[in-house]
Structure formats: C-alpha cells, structure tokens
C-alpha cells in the first residue's frame, strides 16, 4: 500500500502491530513522551505530506491524557501537510455522555419537561420543588399555555390597575388547582427564559405574607379560614419530595458535542470507531464517521467455541442493548430474552428489581453487552439468569474497561466465560481472570482502513453475515 502512514498512540501499540501486520505497512515513527509537568510531548518522524494518515489511540487506561496525545498527534500532521488524516478510535472515549437528556428508565427525552425549572433558586437544589399544599397534587400549566402572560404578574406592577381584573385572574377555573378552594394559585410563569433565580411569594393585594424562613420555599399555601395567615404545617417542603433522586439532571456538563468538536478542529477528516454506547454520537460530527459493529466477530465465536449454541439463548442485560442482542439472536435463529429494570418502591423510585422477559430455564444462555466497565450490570443480570433455572451462562462483551474490583467481581460472580474484544488491552486482565477469553478485532479494523485508503466501500463492514 503506497502513500499511507498508520501511527501508533500510547494506549494499544499491541493492536496497532497486528492492524500493520494485515496491511503489510510498518507502523509510523513517533515519539511520544512527557515533560516533568505530565504536559504531553509528540514528535513525528515520517514525512506525512499528501499522504493518507491514520492514527490508532484508543480511549481506555489514562483516558484524558490519550485523548490530549490523539489531539496533539492530530494537529502535528495537520500543521505538516497530511493529504487527509482518520482517526481511528477502537473504542470511543466519553461516548455514554451524549448530548440528549434521559429519562431514568433509559429513554430518551422528547423534550424538555416543562417543570424543569419550577421552583429552582441558588439557595436550593435542582431536585427541589416549590411546596404545596400536603395532599395537593402539583399542579402545572400545559405547553399549550406556556407562553401566555402570566396574570399574577399584575401583582407586581407598577401601575393602577382594577382590583377587578386581577381577582378576576386570580379565580380564572383555566389557571386554579384542582381542590384548592380558598387558596390562591400558586402558578409560576416556566417559560425557559424567565428567570428562576428571582423567587417570588405570590399573595391578593392588600395581603402581606409572613417571611419566609426558607428562601428555597418559593410557594407557601395560605390557610383556608384566614387567607392573611400562613399555615407551614400544611407544607410540603422541597426535602419531603425526594430531591436527591431525580430523573432528568438538566445541569450535568454533556461533553458529547466538545469531544466531537475538539477532534474536528485538532485536524480530523474521518472517523472510524466500533460499537459506539450511543449510536446518536455520530451525528455530534461535521466529518464522517464509521461506527464498526462487532457482531459478526461475536457471531463467529459462538459458532465456533460455543458448543451446542443452537438450543441457547441470546439475553440482553439491559434494556438498551436489546437491539444488539436481538441482530445476533435472529441471523443465528436463537431464542431471545431480556433482563427489564422495573422500579416498584415508591418510598425509593430510584431503586429498581431485575425482572426476566423469557425462558431460560434448563438452557445455555449469552449474555452481550458492548461495553463492562464495573461490571455491576453484567453480574446482577447472571445471577437473575441462575436464579430463573440457566444451565451455563456465557458473556460476550465488546468494551471491557473493567474498572476498579471488576475483575474480581466477575471471577466470584455465577458467569462461567466471559468473552471480550481487545480495544482494549486486556493482558492484566486475562492474568487475573482465567474465566476470561478475547477475541480479536484487529482484522476488521484493518479491513477498514484498506478500504477506505483504496476508496472502496465500506458497507459490507457492517452486514454480519459477510464476514461469517
């Protein structure tokens, strides 16, 4: 192959030198190194003018500081001239912190809740509710009234108006609770760009509220008999609504559209990577971007290393990965289940029991997943598949990070293999877990990169039984 240069980053030279081995290239010369301040230093030794690049970092073992050292690498043969340069990326750093917001079942949101900032001030949390009346439900407009003025806004102005017309608003049957007869609605304006951090106490003319002992109560009821006295008692603070555990976290740093743009602006002109969390991160990019599938490599080592696979059963441990378990289970004609998170306590929402979708019962079964980083998923979904009846469980997985205790989770969990891709290095790991096995991916990366450089396509990459 002529006119192409493959370097190596720090964090999986091994995979580099059998993707190298495939092509008949020789990897680049670089040097990587790092100053007495861990500041990265990259030096190029091959000339890359009007040439095809491709550089092989993987996001695993020190994460930001292989990530830094693939944007420096990317700019160096920007800044000398590379024809085009593609990063490869085995598997995809920060790729489970995409852009769109989940709901805590895993799915994504539509849109933004309309009370997603209802009742948030600086001196609460961004859980916190504005408190009602105890056995109220809360009640908000619909996003159809959402950018009408607001008629309580009156209150505040300036200007002489009729007491007729705010009492008249303040009665309106379209804007008052349900079931509060005698209390003034308590209603907030949630358009987006109001501003939140302005809380107010919303009372009839005339009426002076009590103060407040608590800045973070935004709303207080008043009492039914006298409207000028406040009644705490009949209030639900914001504590008392479960704040801590909330299911869309509207404040969380989202760094999928920054990784995307710092490849793009480092000098990146293709993409190519495998088995991305979120398949929605490609579209994050202004360039190309491959998604490899690792299926039919899982495919493969079913059919060869796993006896008796006809009569198994494909299980998904998640709900999230139930389409990539359903592609294996249908070109192979196997059964499918799937192990469904349920909450059912409602004192703890944000605790939910494992449930099976499925027989299991007396048969082998195949855990896949494409990426274990604690593995705590994987783990409690084997032991719901031993206690349903499993015979044998096995666990495919794409992307073992396995941080932390993982390993030794695994070795004392009821998984008897465990079956791993080598994106990422995995030396350590088979030392310390003979129940795990690797498959390599280092041919259809390969293939890839020879395609791509000859400009063929790529699409039979991604068809599983092509490359059976």
């Known amino acids: 192959m002529r006119n192409i240069v493959v370097f190596s980053g720090s964090s999986h030279p091994a995979l580099v030198d059998q993707i190298c081995a495939r092509l008949g290239v020789s990897p680049g010369q670089v040097k990587l190194t790092k100053f007495a301040n861990k500041e990265t230093n990259v030096e190029i030794g091959d000339s890359v003018r009007n040439k095809d690049v491709f550089i092989i970092q993987s996001g695993c073992g020190a994460v930001n500081d292989n990530l830094m ?23 995809f750093p920060y790729a489970r912190q995409p852009d769109a917001p989940y709901k805590k079942n895993g799915m994504p949101l539509s849109r933004v809740p309309p009370n997603v900032f209802f009742g948030y001030t600086g001196a609460s949390t961004p859980f916190s509710l504005p408190v009602t009346p105890a056995g109220t439900p809360l009640q908000t407009p619909s996003l159809e009234r959402m950018d009408r003025k607001n008629p309580f806004d009156k209150l505040f102005d300036s200007t002489n108006e009729s007491n007729s017309d705010i009492e008249s608003a303040a009665t309106s049957p379209t804007l008052a609770p349900a079931g509060a007869t005698g209390i003034p609605p308590v209603i907030s304006n949630l358009r987006i760009e109001a501003e939140v951090t302005k809380p107010r106490v919303l009372a009839p003319r005339g009426i002076r509220p009590q103060a407040l002992s608590q800045p973070s109560q935004l709303h207080l009821p008043f009492t039914n008999s006298n409207p000028s006295v406040l009644n705490p008692q009949n209030c639900v603070t914001s504590d008392q609504v479960n704040p801590q555990k909330g299911g869309y976290k509207h404040w969380v740093a989202r760094s999928g559209t920054l990784i995307a ?27 190309p971007v491959d998604n490899l599938y690792g299926q039919p490599l899982m495919v493969k080592y079913i059919r060869d290393k796993i006896p008796n696979w006809e009569d198994a059963v494909v299980v ?41 979708v499925g027989d299991v019962k007396d048969k082998v079964c195949i855990l896949v997943d494409d990426i274990a980083d604690t593995s705590f998923t994987i783990t409690k979904a084997a032991k719901v598949l031993q206690q349903n009846g499993a015979q044998k469980i096995y666990a495919i997985i794409t992307h ?24 990422i290095p995995q030396e350590e790991h088979l030392a310390g877990c003979p129940k795990m096995k690797v498959f390599n991916v280092a041919p259809i990366f390969a293939e890839a990169i020879r395609r791509i450089h000859n400009g063929e396509s790529v699409s039979m990459l991604f068809d599983v039984m092509d490359l059976i």
């Open 69 to 91: 050292e693939l944007l420096i690498m990317l700019a160096a043969c920007k800044t000398a001239s590379a024809r085009r340069i593609t990063a490869v990326i085995p598997c």
């Open 400 to 423: 073992a990070i396995m941080s932390g205790d993982a390993i030794t989770r695994i070795q004392n969990s009821c998984i008897d293999q465990v079956i791993v891709s080598n994106s």
């Open 261 to 287: 743009n710092l490849l793009v602006t480092a000098g990146a002109d293709h993409i190519i990577t495998m088995d991305l969390h979120d398949p929605q991160f490609q579209g994050f990019f202004d360039i």
């Open 316 to 356: 998904s441990p998640d709900a999230g990965g139930a389409k990539r378990a359903t592609v294996i289970a249908d070109k192979l004609g196997m059964e499918f289940a799937l192990i469904h998170k349920e909450r059912r306590q409602i004192q703890a929402p944000h605790k939910s029991d494992m449930m099976l």
